[in-house]
């Protein structure tokens, strides 16, 4: 079985500071891992993925296999960085994805 | 973009009836679209797997009878929630996964549905 852990619900940082949301995995296959964001009164939207290798808005996340880690990353937080945040993980030749329970980041100014 | 839409938005009904919820693919064609369910600061929970021209695949613990989902072309599917109950108050959300085997999924904007 396959489950994603974000093992904190709110991260609260002040502008300016480094932001590090957590994302555990387990899954004994080769997965494929997302990062989704939710604005406040947005839909849900894909962040980055892991294989693009990319850095969107300033936020970077690297898998590592050995930690089975997929944590979400950026030096420096914006206030318009607030949102919840969603870590996903797609098994190889599936096309659904077992998200984590969530993560709400808050930047204060 | 791909764009997937949701109507409605909101929608309060009394116990007893049913509800339909409409899940659009705008500018592409979705062979897949999925019915996530959302409790309040908790995550999205799969309810089923919707196929065009098939059958749903309903989720361990999600009541099919109670879930209607219909995927009758390549740009809409419908959950019905028949004999709504107060514990079916919820945030419905939908995603679509566009034909030609895009991994990513783009999501409806959901809907919040009270049930009285």
């Known amino acids: 079985a396959q489950r994603v852990t974000q093992p904190e619900k709110l991260l609260s940082v002040f502008k300016g500071a480094p932001v590090e949301l957590k994302c555990n995995y387990s899954?004994?296959?080769?997965?494929?891992l997302f990062w989704y964001v939710q604005y406040s009164r947005q839909r849900l939207q894909l962040l980055l993925r892991h294989i693009s290798r990319e850095s969107i808005k300033g936020f970077t996340a690297d898998l590592n296999k050995g930690e089975t880690s997929f944590h979400l990353k950026k030096p420096f937080a914006q206030e318009e960085d607030s949102a919840m945040y969603y870590c996903?993980?797609?098994?190889?030749?599936?096309?659904?994805?077992?998200f984590g329970r969530g993560t709400s980041l808050i930047v204060h100014p | 973009g791909a764009v997937v839409s949701q109507h409605p938005s909101w929608v309060i009904c009394k116990s007893g009836t049913s509800v339909k919820i409409e899940c659009r693919s705008l500018?592409?064609?979705?062979?897949?679209m999925f019915w996530y369910r959302q409790f309040p600061k908790q995550s999205l929970m799969l309810m089923a797997t919707s196929n065009e021209g098939s059958k749903a695949t309903y989720e361990q613990g999600v009541e099919k009878d109670k879930f209607l989902i219909n995927h009758a072309s390549l740009t809409l599917s419908t959950l019905t929630v028949t004999s709504a109950h107060p514990e079916d108050s919820s945030f419905y959300i939908c995603?679509?996964?566009?034909?030609?085997?895009?991994?990513?999924?783009?999501f409806g904007p959901g809907t919040r549905l009270l049930v009285l």
């Open positions: 899954y004994s296959g080769s997965p494929e």
């Open positions: 995603s679509a996964r566009r034909s030609g085997g895009q991994e990513t999924q783009y």
């Open positions: 500018d592409f064609q979705a062979t897949t």
């Open positions: 996903a993980l797609q098994s190889g030749g599936s096309y659904i994805p077992t």
